[in-house]
């Protein structure tokens, strides 16, 4: 089977948006939504932005999903590696 590759994307609001800016950002939401593959969305408490983990192959279609939020937002995705997985590696690297 094909390899997916788990990303984690933190974002956060441009300040001071108006309501006509927000609005549009929960249009677009409601239009694009999350990124395929999303295990989890979490938006933080002071509502400053949020954290998504994305579990796919498809690293376009997820260029693609975070492009449709540019002008509301700063994104930034890493690849990530569970604990399980990179450990071992850690390990052989310090042989």
């Given at each position: 089977g094909v390899r997916t590759m788990l990303f984690v994307t933190t974002y956060k609001l441009k300040p001071h948006m108006t309501q006509e800016e927000v609005k549009g950002l929960m249009e677009?939401?409601?239009t694009v939504g999350n990124a395929p593959g999303t295990v989890a969305h979490y938006v933080y408490a002071d509502g400053g932005g949020g954290v998504v983990v994305?579990?796919?192959e498809d690293v376009a279609a997820n260029y693609r999903n975070t492009l449709s939020y540019t002008g509301w937002m700063e994104l930034e995705s890493k690849v990530v590696l569970t604990v399980e997985d990179a450990v071992p590696h850690i390990l052989d690297a310090l042989d």
């Open positions: 677009t939401f409601a994305t579990d796919s």
